[in-house]
């Protein structure tokens, strides 16, 4: 198994794709180098804890801070993403509307994958501590 068998890396790489030529190919200059730069980097943001944390998974509590930093800057995408939207910087409505709701979705999808992490991490600790009992 790889980080790239995630569903929530998979979408985090597409979403990196779509909001980098938005930013490069529908936002005035000025914009390329303020907000356009910085929604870039906290949508990559989201992929790089993602494989940072699939490295780290053995160690329950290192993996849940990678979750909660890629949450953060799915949060923070969307906060940027706004802000182009309200401005009039990014006109059309529907790319708006459309990476809108697949950064909604993306942060559902990561809260669902810590409680799995959690979960997980929780029943291989149970199972160890039985295993050290008998």
């Known amino acids: 198994?790889?980080?790239?068998?995630?569903?929530?890396?998979?979408?985090?790489?597409?979403?990196?794709?779509e909001v980098t030529r938005?930013?490069?190919?529908?936002?005035?200059?000025?914009?390329?180098?303020?907000?356009g730069s910085q929604i870039?980097?906290?949508?990559?943001?989201?992929?790089?804890?993602?494989?940072?944390?699939?490295?780290?998974?053995?160690?329950?509590?290192e993996y849940i801070r990678s979750i909660i930093f890629a949450m953060a800057s799915a949060d923070e995408t969307i906060d940027h993403l706004e802000t182009l939207y309200e401005t009039g910087s990014l006109k059309d409505d529907r790319l708006y509307e459309?990476?809108?709701?697949?950064?909604?979705?993306?942060?559902?999808?990561?809260?669902?994958?810590?409680k799995s992490v959690k979960r997980k991490h929780n029943d291989f600790d149970a199972s160890n501590a039985a295993k050290q009992q008998s």
């Open 1 to 17: 198994m790889s980080y790239r068998n995630l569903e929530v890396w998979k979408i985090s790489r597409d979403l990196v794709v």
């Open 22 to 35: 938005m930013s490069l190919e529908m936002l005035p200059k000025f914009e390329m180098y303020e907000t």
């Open 40 to 61: 870039r980097r906290s949508i990559k943001s989201v992929k790089s804890n993602i494989v940072e944390g699939y490295g780290r998974r053995f160690y329950k509590q």
């Open 98 to 114: 459309d990476l809108h709701a697949r950064l909604k979705m993306l942060g559902r999808k990561l809260n669902r994958f810590l």
